[in-house]
C-alpha cells in the first residue's frame, strides 16, 4: 500500500515537473515581456511609418489648431471643440508635480486639424472615418479628415502616440494614414438582465472611443425587465422595470445619445419581439400571446411571443418605436427576432384562426412565415417614419425566410450574425451562415465569436482577436455585404459591478480585427501593444482588466474609481472637480477676510 | 441542396426550442425569485429561531451598551470600541431623507454588549468566536460572547438581522446560539503575480467580516515580484519589486496587521520557498541555486529554487522571518513549499555534495528528502523565535514525507492542502490526500476546491458550497485534525481592477461551508440568503457581482466607489467626508463673515 502511494507520488511529481520545467525560470521576465511597447496605437493604423526620432510636448505650450475650412465651421466645431478639450486632458497625465522641463528638447508645438468635407450632426453607417496624421521633426504636426468623425479618429490616434520616459510627454516622427476596415463596429450592452446606471453606460461609450468603436446597440429591454421609460406608455417601465429606481428617462437616453454622437458613436436601440417580451407583457398583457396550457406548459402567465395576429399590437409597436425613434437618433433600428418559440402560437385560436386567413400552414415552416410577415409588419412602421429607418434583425428571421422559403424581408434590413456551435448552445455556425445572408442579398453583422459573457480561464483575448468576418466561403460581392461585426455582453451575470473590467479590453480585441488591416493576425506581436493599451484605459479611469502577471505604471486604486488622471469623459468624477473648486474658492474667501 | 439547409435548420430549431420551452415563462419571474430574503444571515448561524414578529430601528435613539464586565475592561474595549462605531454606521443605510418615523412602533431601543471571558489583543486558531444573541419582543437586545471576536461575529449577525420596509429599519424577534463549526477559516490574496494596493487589501478584510472570515493568507511575494519591503534586506523589494510604487513598506504591512486584528482577523503571510523565489533573486542571487544549463535549459538566468546547501541561506531567512515576524503578529508563518522543481539541485555541483554529506540519494527520494530537511530547518527558526511561531506548509512538504519515508516535519506543522483532478493540473485529489495527512497526525487545511481564480460561465458558488472539507473516509479524530479552509485567488488575472468583483460572493459561499452547520447543503434554499447578502455586501460598498439576472435597491452606482452608505471602513472615501466637512466649514465662515 505504502508503495503504492510512494509510486502514485512519483508519476505525478514527473509529470508537473517536465512540464513546467522549460517556462519556470522566465516567470520573472514573463511578468515584464510585454512592457516594451511605447506609444503604440490600439487599433493598428493601416498605414503607420514611425521614426525612432523622438520630440517631446509642453504641458504648458502645446496648442490644438484648427485650420480655417470646414474645421471653423459651426457643424464641425460642434463635435471637434469639445474633442480637443477632451483630448488636451489625456494627452497630459504626468502628475504636475512629477513632470520634467522639457527646455531643449525638440518639441511638438501644435496639432492643425482640417476637415476637407461636410460634418453631419450624427455619425451613420456612411460615415468617412478616414485621416490622415503627420507628426514631422519640425513639431508642427497636422491632422487631416474629410469629418469630424475622422477627426476624432485622428485625436485618438494622436493621444496614443503620446508616451512617457523620465516624466516627460514624447512622442516619435510619425506619419499615419487611416481607415476602418469594416464600418460596423459594434459593442452591445444589456440593460435588461441587470439595470446598468448611465454613468456606467458613458464610461464604457468612453471607452469604446479609446478603441474606435462607433456602434453602441443598446440591448435595452428584455424578458426580465423594461427600464426603458415610455412617455406614450408609461405602465412598461411601470410595471416592467426592477424598480422605480432603474429606470432610463428620456432625458437619460437623450444624454446618452449626445455622450455617443460627441465621440463619433452610433447609438442603435434594440426592442426585441416578438420574443423575449415577458416584461412588456407586465403592463400590456394584451400585446402577448395567451397560451393555452398543455402537458409540458402548465405555469400561471399563460403569455407567450408578441400577439401578432391583432392590429392593436401593431398600432401599440407604431406609436412606441415612433417615440423611440425620436429619442435615439439613428438610421437603424434593431427589432431583435431571436429565440422565438413557436408552440405558444400553436396553441392559440386567435393565431391559428389568423394564420389560417393568410394562408400559412399549421406547420414550422408556417410559424416561420408568421414570424416574418410581423417582422415585415415592423419594418414597415420603420419605413413610414418621417425620417427613413431600417431594420437590424437577428439571424432567426433570415433563417425563417429560408425555412419557409418565403423572402418577404425588406433587403435593405442586416442581418445579425450571432449563433455558433458550442458547449452552450448548438446552432449553425457562423461561417455556413454568412455565404447564405450574403448570398440573398442582405448586409450581415457578426457576433457569434465575441460573445464576452462567457468567460474562461486565462488569456482569452486571442481568441477573439483570431476570429475574421471575412472568414466564409464566398465571392468578393458577398464578402462586401458583410458590413461589421459587435461585441455582445449579454448580462445575465454582469451589472455595474464587474460591467467594465468584463469587457475591456476583451472587447478591444473585436475592436483591432474590425478596424485594422486583414493581414494583422499575430496575436502574440500584438500582445505588448495590448498590454500598453489595457494600462492606457486604466490610466484613462477605465476598470480594464489584467491579461496575464504584469502592472501598470499607474495602477488602478481606490480613491474614486481612479486617482489618476482627470478623464475629460464628462459625467467622471465632475463632482468631484466642482467641489474642490468650490473648496479652494472658500479657503481664499474665508482666508482671505481674516 | 436548398431541401438540406431546410432540413438542418428544421432540426436545429425544434433542438433548442423544446429545451428552452418549460423555462422561458419564468424568466420574468425568475429574475426576482430570490429578492424574498429579508433580514436573513450569512453565513447561516448554528441555531436560530426568528419569530414573525417585527421591531423598529430608531436610527436617532438607538444605543449599544456594555455590560460592565469584561466588555468594560480595557482588553476588550480596544477591539470592541471601534467595532460598535462600525457597525453604528452599517446599522443604518437608508438615507435620511427616505427614512420614515417610527415613532408608535415597538422598537429595539438598544443592544446590550457582554463578554465573560478575558480578551487578547490579536486572535488566534484558540480564539473562542461563539455568542448568543437575543431579540426579545420587550426591545431590549442582548449580546453575549467569551471574547471580543466572538463579539465582532454576534454584531455582524445583529446587523445583518436588519431589513428595510418602507423607509423602516426592522428586525424580528430572534434568538441565535452560533459559533463555527471550524477555527480556520480563510481567504488568499497573491500580491505578487500583481499588486494590490492597500486600500483593496482593506477593503477585502471588510468583505471577509462581512462573512466572518478570520485568516487573511497573504502570499505576498513569488517569482513575479517581491513587494515587501524588508529593512533587512532592502534589496528583495528594490530589485524584486514590480516598480518601487509596487511596494508594501513595513507601515503599510503594519496598518494592514491592525485594521485585520480590529475585524477579529488573523494576517498569516507566505514567504514561499524553496521555490517560486525567481523575485528574491534579483536583488540576492546567491540565494538560489545555479543551474547548469541541460538541453532543456539553456535561459539566461540559469537560477532555480533556494540553494538549501549554504548556511547562508539559512542565516538570511533567520534575519529575514525574524523581521517579518515581527510585522505580522500571528503565531503561524506559512513557508510555501511548493511546486520545487528538482532539475536544477540536480545539475548543481554544491547541492550534490551537500546530499553526498547528508546522506541523501540522487533520486526523486533524496531531492524530496532534501526539501524536507531545508523546510525543517526554517520550522526550526521559527521555533526559535522569542514568541512561539509555528509552520504552514503546502501539501507538497508531507507528500515528500510520504515519498522519501523520512517524516521529518514538525508534527505542530499544518499541511496546507491544494492539489486537485482537473484539466489546468493533474493531481491528487484532495478526499484521498486528507486521510493520508490527518492519519500521519498533521492538522490539516483544504483549499482544493476553493480556487476562485478559475472562472466559469455562469452561477458557480454552489460548487464551492458542495464542497465539505470532512468529504473523506476518516476516524473522528482525523475529522479533528481538519482545521478548515481558504479560499485561495490566485491573481495572475486578477488586480485592483477585479480583484473585489472575482472574490465576492463566490468566497461567501465557502465562508457558509467553515462556518454553518455541516447538514446545511442545500443551495437552492441558500439562494434567496445569498442573494440578500450580495446585495448588503454591494450596498455597504463591496463591488460583489451578480449571480444571475436580478436587481438590487441600492445598485452599484459611480460616484467613490459607491453612491451609497458610507462603510466605516475607514479607509474608504475618508478624503471625500474630510473635503464635505471642510468644504461645509468654510462655507459657514465665508457666508458667517459676509
Same mark, same amino acid.
Request: proline share 5%.
Given at each position: 500500500?505504502?508503495?503504492?502511494?510512494?509510486?502514485?507520488?512519483?508519476?505525478?511529481?514527473?509529470?508537473?515537473?517536465?512540464?513546467?520545467?522549460?517556462?519556470?525560470?522566465?516567470?520573472?521576465?514573463?511578468?515584464?515581456?510585454?512592457?516594451?511597447?511605447?506609444?503604440?496605437?490600439?487599433?493598428?493604423?493601416?498605414?503607420?511609418?514611425?521614426?525612432?526620432?523622438?520630440?517631446?510636448?509642453?504641458?504648458?505650450?502645446?496648442?490644438?489648431?484648427?485650420?480655417?475650412?470646414?474645421?471653423?465651421?459651426?457643424?464641425?466645431?460642434?463635435?471637434?471643440?469639445?474633442?480637443?478639450?477632451?483630448?488636451?486632458?489625456?494627452?497630459?497625465?504626468?502628475?504636475?508635480?512629477?513632470?520634467?522641463?522639457?527646455?531643449?528638447?525638440?518639441?511638438?508645438?501644435?496639432?492643425?486639424?482640417?476637415?476637407?468635407?461636410?460634418?453631419?450632426?450624427?455619425?451613420?453607417?456612411?460615415?468617412?472615418?478616414?485621416?490622415?496624421?503627420?507628426?514631422?521633426?519640425?513639431?508642427?504636426?497636422?491632422?487631416?479628415?474629410?469629418?469630424?468623425?475622422?477627426?476624432?479618429?485622428?485625436?485618438?490616434?494622436?493621444?496614443?502616440?503620446?508616451?512617457?520616459?523620465?516624466?516627460?510627454?514624447?512622442?516619435?516622427?510619425?506619419?499615419?494614414?487611416?481607415?476602418?476596415?469594416?464600418?460596423?463596429?459594434?459593442?452591445?450592452?444589456?440593460?435588461?438582465?441587470?439595470?446598468?446606471?448611465?454613468?456606467? $453606460?458613458?464610461?464604457?461609450?468612453?471607452?469604446?472611443?479609446?478603441?474606435?468603436?462607433?456602434?453602441?446597440?443598446?440591448?435595452?429591454?428584455?424578458?426580465?425587465?423594461?427600464?426603458?421609460?415610455?412617455?406614450?406608455?408609461?405602465?412598461?417601465?411601470?410595471?416592467?422595470?426592477?424598480?422605480?429606481?432603474?429606470?432610463?428617462?428620456?432625458?437619460?437616453?437623450?444624454?446618452?445619445?449626445?455622450?455617443?454622437?460627441?465621440?463619433? $458613436?452610433?447609438?442603435?436601440?434594440?426592442?426585441?419581439?416578438?420574443?423575449?417580451?415577458?416584461?412588456?407583457?407586465?403592463?400590456?398583457?394584451?400585446?402577448?400571446?395567451?397560451?393555452?396550457?398543455?402537458?409540458?406548459?402548465?405555469?400561471?402567465?399563460?403569455?407567450?411571443?408578441?400577439?401578432?395576429?391583432?392590429?392593436?399590437?401593431?398600432?401599440?409597436?407604431?406609436?412606441?418605436?415612433?417615440?423611440?425613434?425620436?429619442?435615439?437618433?439613428?438610421?437603424?433600428?434593431?427589432?431583435?427576432?431571436?429565440?422565438?418559440?413557436?408552440?405558444?402560437?400553436?396553441?392559440?385560436?386567435?393565431?391559428?384562426?389568423?394564420?389560417?386567413?393568410?394562408?400559412?400552414?399549421?406547420?414550422?415552416?408556417?410559424?416561420?412565415?408568421?414570424?416574418?410577415?410581423?417582422?415585415?409588419?415592423?419594418?414597415?412602421?420603420?419605413?413610414?417614419?418621417?425620417?427613413? =429607418?431600417?431594420?437590424?434583425?437577428?439571424?432567426?428571421?433570415?433563417?425563417?425566410?429560408?425555412?419557409?422559403?418565403?423572402?418577404?424581408?425588406?433587403?435593405?434590413?442586416?442581418?445579425?450574425?450571432?449563433?455558433?456551435?458550442?458547449?452552450?448552445?448548438?446552432?449553425?455556425?457562423?461561417?455556413?451562415?454568412?455565404?447564405?445572408? =450574403?448570398?440573398?442579398?442582405?448586409?450581415?453583422?457578426?457576433?457569434?465569436?465575441?460573445?464576452?459573457?462567457?468567460?474562461?480561464?486565462?488569456?482569452?483575448?486571442?481568441?477573439?482577436?483570431?476570429?475574421?468576418?471575412?472568414?466564409?466561403?464566398?465571392?468578393?460581392?458577398?464578402?462586401?455585404?458583410?458590413?461589421?461585426?459587435?461585441?455582445?455582453?449579454?448580462?445575465?451575470?454582469?451589472?455595474?459591478?464587474?460591467?467594465?473590467?468584463?469587457?475591456?479590453?476583451?472587447?478591444?480585441?473585436?475592436?483591432?480585427?474590425?478596424?485594422?488591416?486583414?493581414?494583422?493576425?499575430?496575436?502574440?506581436?500584438?500582445?505588448?501593444?495590448?498590454?500598453?493599451?489595457?494600462?492606457?484605459?486604466?490610466?484613462?479611469?477605465?476598470?480594464?482588466?489584467?491579461?496575464?502577471?504584469?502592472?501598470?505604471?499607474?495602477?488602478?486604486?481606490?480613491?474614486?474609481?481612479?486617482?489618476?488622471?482627470?478623464?475629460?469623459?464628462?459625467?467622471?468624477?465632475?463632482?468631484?472637480?466642482?467641489?474642490?473648486?468650490?473648496?479652494?474658492?472658500?479657503?481664499?474667501?474665508?482666508?482671505?477676510?481674516?
Amino acid at each position: 500500500m505504502k508503495l503504492l502511494v510512494c509510486c502514485v507520488f512519483v508519476v505525478l511529481a514527473c509529470q508537473s515537473t517536465l512540464a513546467d520545467w522549460v517556462r519556470q525560470p522566465f516567470w520573472y521576465d514573463d511578468a515584464r515581456r510585454d512592457k516594451v511597447a511605447k506609444g503604440t496605437v490600439w487599433p493598428q493604423p493601416k498605414s503607420i511609418q514611425t521614426s525612432t526620432q523622438s520630440l517631446s510636448l509642453n504641458p504648458d505650450s502645446f496648442s490644438f489648431t484648427t485650420t480655417a475650412n470646414s474645421a471653423t465651421s459651426d457643424a464641425c466645431k460642434d463635435v471637434l471643440d469639445p474633442a480637443l478639450e477632451r483630448y488636451r486632458a489625456l494627452l497630459f497625465w504626468i502628475p504636475a508635480d512629477a513632470r520634467v522641463s522639457v527646455s531643449g528638447d525638440s518639441v511638438v508645438g501644435s496639432l492643425r486639424v482640417s476637415i476637407t468635407g461636410t460634418c453631419t450632426k450624427y455619425p451613420s453607417l456612411d460615415s468617412d472615418e478616414s485621416y490622415s496624421l503627420e507628426v514631422p521633426s519640425s513639431g508642427e504636426a497636422t491632422l487631416s479628415a474629410q469629418t469630424a468623425w475622422g477627426a476624432l479618429r485622428g485625436l485618438e490616434t494622436f493621444s496614443q502616440l503620446v508616451y512617457e520616459v523620465d516624466g516627460k510627454h514624447k512622442l516619435n516622427v510619425t506619419t499615419i494614414n487611416d481607415e476602418p476596415r469594416f464600418p460596423h463596429r459594434g459593442v452591445m450592452l444589456d440593460t435588461a438582465r441587470h439595470f446598468l446606471p448611465v454613468p456606467y $453606460i458613458k464610461q464604457n461609450l468612453d471607452a469604446m472611443s479609446y478603441n474606435k468603436i462607433n456602434v453602441f446597440h443598446w440591448h435595452i429591454v428584455d424578458d426580465q425587465s423594461f427600464p426603458f421609460q415610455s412617455k406614450t406608455y408609461p405602465d412598461l417601465s411601470g410595471k416592467g422595470a426592477y424598480t422605480q429606481d432603474n429606470v432610463y428617462s428620456p432625458e437619460d437616453v437623450q444624454s446618452v445619445v449626445e455622450y455617443a454622437r460627441l465621440r463619433g $458613436i452610433r447609438v442603435i436601440p434594440e426592442f426585441d419581439s416578438p420574443g423575449h417580451m415577458q416584461s412588456w407583457g407586465q403592463g400590456h398583457p394584451e400585446l402577448l400571446t395567451s397560451c393555452s396550457p398543455t402537458s409540458i406548459q402548465q405555469d400561471i402567465y399563460h403569455l407567450g411571443p408578441a400577439n401578432v395576429a391583432r392590429n392593436s399590437t401593431y398600432d401599440f409597436m407604431q406609436r412606441l418605436f415612433q417615440e423611440i425613434r425620436e429619442v435615439f437618433a439613428d438610421d437603424y433600428f434593431h427589432l431583435g427576432g431571436d429565440e422565438v418559440h413557436f408552440q405558444c402560437w400553436m396553441s392559440n385560436d386567435e393565431i391559428q384562426q389568423f394564420m389560417r386567413q393568410q394562408g400559412f400552414q399549421n406547420t414550422t415552416e408556417g410559424f416561420a412565415q408568421l414570424e416574418g410577415y410581423y417582422i415585415q409588419r415592423l419594418i414597415n412602421v420603420l419605413n413610414g417614419f418621417p425620417t427613413r =429607418t431600417r431594420g437590424i434583425v437577428w439571424q432567426e428571421i433570415f433563417d425563417n425566410n429560408i425555412l419557409s422559403g418565403d423572402f418577404t424581408i425588406d433587403l435593405d434590413t442586416i442581418i445579425h450574425v450571432w449563433q455558433w456551435n458550442n458547449s452552450n448552445f448548438q446552432g449553425i455556425q457562423y461561417w455556413d451562415e454568412l455565404p447564405l445572408v =450574403t448570398a440573398a442579398g442582405y448586409k450581415a453583422i457578426l457576433s457569434s465569436c465575441w460573445y464576452l459573457n462567457f468567460i474562461s480561464y486565462g488569456r482569452d483575448w486571442p481568441e477573439y482577436y483570431a476570429c475574421d468576418p471575412h472568414n466564409f466561403t464566398g465571392t468578393a460581392q458577398q464578402k462586401q455585404l458583410v458590413i461589421g461585426g459587435e461585441a455582445p455582453l449579454w448580462a445575465e451575470w454582469v451589472d455595474a459591478t464587474n460591467v467594465v473590467a468584463r469587457l475591456w479590453p476583451r472587447a478591444s480585441a473585436a475592436a483591432e480585427r474590425l478596424w485594422s488591416p486583414q493581414t494583422l493576425t499575430d496575436a502574440t506581436a500584438a500582445s505588448p501593444r495590448m498590454e500598453e493599451h489595457r494600462c492606457r484605459m486604466v490610466r484613462r479611469g477605465i476598470r480594464a482588466q489584467p491579461q496575464g502577471p504584469s502592472y501598470c505604471k499607474y495602477e488602478w486604486n481606490l480613491a474614486g474609481e481612479s486617482n489618476y488622471v482627470p478623464t475629460a469623459s464628462g459625467a467622471l468624477g465632475m463632482m468631484g472637480y466642482i467641489q474642490q473648486l468650490l473648496l479652494f474658492c472658500c479657503l481664499v474667501l474665508t482666508f482671505g477676510f481674516w
